[in-house]
Nanobody
Framework: DVQLQASGGGLVHAGDSLRLSCGFS????????MAWVRQAPGKVPEWVSA????????FYAGSAKGRFAISKDNAKKTPYLQMNSLIPDDTAMYYC????????????????????RGQGTQVTVSS
């Protein structure tokens, strides 16, 4: 079974940066698309970003465009989310997941996903 563990969150000020990473245990990491999804208190989860298994294509939700960068190191079995110019609206629990690229880019509701989504990491941005 695949297990995921996001890390790298924290309490930062607006304008700061964070890099999230996700520990992956299991087989064939290189065959998995990876996605990041976040959920703020009292809100439904929302897609943040996704990357194809070979890193050939990336997707960003509107709020992440121009500020976040997703990457995937297949040798280290680790996906990353570099977040720059953070704003208070980025405050949420962030999770990595194995949701397929097609699902994320089609806007499939993340709360209905059945794919692996491990323990999240909290990002809090103060103004």
């Amino acid at each position: 079974d695949v297990q995921l563990q996001a890390s790298g969150g924290g309490l930062v000020h607006a304008g700061d940066s964070l890099r999230l990473s996700c520990g992956f245990s299991g087989f064939s990491f290189e065959n998995y698309d990876m996605a990041w999804v976040r959920q703020a208190p009292g809100k439904v989860p929302e897609w943040v970003s996704a990357i194809r298994s070979d890193g050939s294509n990336t997707f960003y939700a509107g709020s992440a465009k121009g500020r976040f960068a997703i990457s995937k190191d297949n040798a280290k079995k680790t996906p990353y989310l570099q977040m720059n110019s953070l704003i208070p609206d980025d405050t949420a629990m962030y999770y990595c997941s194995t949701d397929p690229w097609e699902e994320v880019t089609a806007g499939f509701p993340p709360q209905l996903s059945t794919y692996t989504r491990g323990q999240g990491t909290q990002v809090t941005v103060s103004s």
